[in-house]
């Protein structure tokens, strides 16, 4: 009885994505936590809080882009087999070297000077009004390394090793500019973007060693019932079995990967009994009190009825509930709402009470929490990826072939996803279609909100659009099942 009032009560799940984001707007306004300075390697994943700008140029100097010879390009113009042009190699410059100063562009002799130098090394110093910028560097298998002998009028006082050029070498040839790549002052970063792997380059090739970045969202997590048990780290269980058995908590360790996969920063609050309202009154007060968490989530007792305790404490709390119940299938209860934080800064806590069953807290989560974070961050949200629909199911025996079947295998449709006036989400797997022209998706065998072995196989979720009928071939919205997609989605 409590369940039909629930579905006619029950808020749309567009609405309630409108909702998610006004009350994230209300948060992003009232955070007093603005960046945090991390070290380069450790701002992957994370977002910049503003412009990143480059502090240097780079390279910071002329540099040879090959090994090879560094010359003023002018004086091999006219060189040709028939006219090859001579230098003496004044001097090897390595990198890490101070560059020497450019030499007159011929020796007392009268023959042309050049310097041998090695990809990555200077060149030599800039020329002065009297000397010629060296402005080149000739690939050292362009030129052959020739005696003194062949050298018309060479001094041997002066140096004995000599190379011959036989075509010419054009201006800047094999020389990276000073800033050519990065200049100072160039914006690297725009504020707002995700930091990845690929940024750490560019950023630490002009020294910088940290970056300011938003704030990572703290959420504190509770598992919510007295017949849930958790391990801690060595083992033993962190709370008593009781008489009438005991089920391992799979909700909390989900939420604590599945948020930080998205970018938050979870803590695992510990497990509330869910007959027990004063104590989960004094969790929330408590936690309300010390300014550590920018949202707060509780799965289970969110059902109205006896069971349910998590709104009525909520609401005595002083909490504004947005909504309870969501016309959506798995996940009709959900619940969110907004705290006032008793912290000094008077901050807003943002609660989410989601369903206990695990498949329904995993549909919350992607479907409710995720778009949350994103508003909150200002980010897009998941683009979806349209599929086209198979009514058969994906199995084990289809994705693990030479395993045996552990698993009942025989189709079945699964897809029981009620009537039309739901949003419902069903995990799946999409693939390629046999002619490879397409993406197609089947749902995963048993949908149960309560199983959790359909999660091994599955890479995506399929969001069914109130209203929409499930029909072969129909094009279906996904999204992937968690940040570290699998498949190639676009």
Not at 67 to 81: E, K, L, Q, R, Y
Not at 315 to 324: A, C, D, I, M, R
Not at 396 to 404: A, F, G, I, Q, V
Not at 429 to 437: I, L, Y
């Amino acid at each position: 009885m409590h369940a039909t009032h629930l579905n006619t009560m029950a808020m749309q799940y567009q609405a309630a994505l409108q909702e998610l984001q006004k009350a994230a707007y209300d948060m992003s306004q009232r955070r007093t936590r603005t960046e945090e300075l991390v070290r380069l390697e450790d701002s992957v994943g994370r977002t910049a809080a503003k412009d990143i700008l480059s502090p240097d140029s780079t390279p910071a100097f002329d540099t040879a882009a090959a090994d090879g010879f560094a010359m003023v390009s002018s004086h091999t113009i006219n060189a040709s087999p028939t006219n090859p042009v001579y230098f003496r190699v004044a001097g090897t410059i390595m990198p890490g070297d101070k560059p020497p100063p450019t030499p007159p562009c011929r020796g007392p002799d009268g023959v042309l000077q050049c310097y041998e130098i090695m990809v990555g090394a200077r060149f030599p110093d800039t020329a002065t009004e009297h000397l010629i910028q060296m402005d080149a560097c000739a690939w050292g298998t362009d030129v052959c390394e020739v005696s003194l002998s062949e050298v018309p009028k060479a001094d041997p006082k002066l140096g004995n090793r000599f190379i011959m050029l036989t075509k010419p070498v054009t201006h800047n040839a094999n020389r990276r500019r000073a800033g050519a790549d990065i200049g100072k002052g160039d914006r690297l970063i725009r504020a707002g973007i995700k930091i990845r792997s690929s940024h750490v380059l560019p950023l630490a090739s002009v020294g910088i060693r940290e970056v300011a970045v938003e704030p990572l969202i703290r959420v504190g997590v509770w598992s919510t019932g007295k017949e849930i048990v958790r391990s801690d780290v060595n083992g033993t269980i962190a709370t008593k079995r009781t008489d009438t058995g005991y089920t391992h908590d799979a909700d909390g360790p989900y939420l604590m990967a599945a948020l930080k996969e998205y970018g938050a920063e979870p803590h695992f609050l510990g497990l509330l009994p869910a007959d027990e309202p004063a104590t989960l009154e004094k969790a929330l007060r408590e936690t309300m009190a010390t300014d550590k968490f920018d949202i707060l989530v509780t799965t289970g007792s969110v059902t109205p009825g006896r069971s349910s305790l998590i709104r009525s404490v909520v609401e005595k709390l002083g909490g504004q509930v947005h909504f309870h119940g969501v016309a959506m299938r798995p996940g009709a209860t959900a619940m969110f709402a907004s705290l006032e934080s008793n912290a000094p800064n008077n901050g807003l806590i943002s609660f989410f009470g989601l369903p206990g069953d695990p498949c329904a807290m995993a549909a919350c989560f992607r479907f409710l929490i995720v778009p949350y974070l994103q508003f909150v961050r200002g980010e897009k949200l998941d683009e979806l990826l349209l599929t086209a629909l198979e009514l058969r199911c994906s199995t084990r025996l289809e994705s693990e072939p030479n395993m045996d079947a552990g698993a009942p295998v025989e189709a079945s449709m699964g897809n029981d996803c009620g009537p039309l006036c739901l949003d419902c989400f069903r995990h799946g797997r999409v693939t390629a279609s046999e002619d490879g022209r397409l993406k197609v998706v089947r749902m995963t065998k048993d949908q149960g909100p309560g199983k959790m072995y359909p999660f091994i196989d599955a890479n995506c979720w399929i969001h069914l659009p109130h209203g929409q009928e499930i029909v072969q071939g129909a094009m279906v919205p996904c999204l992937s099942l968690s940040a570290c997609r699998e498949e190639k989605w676009q």
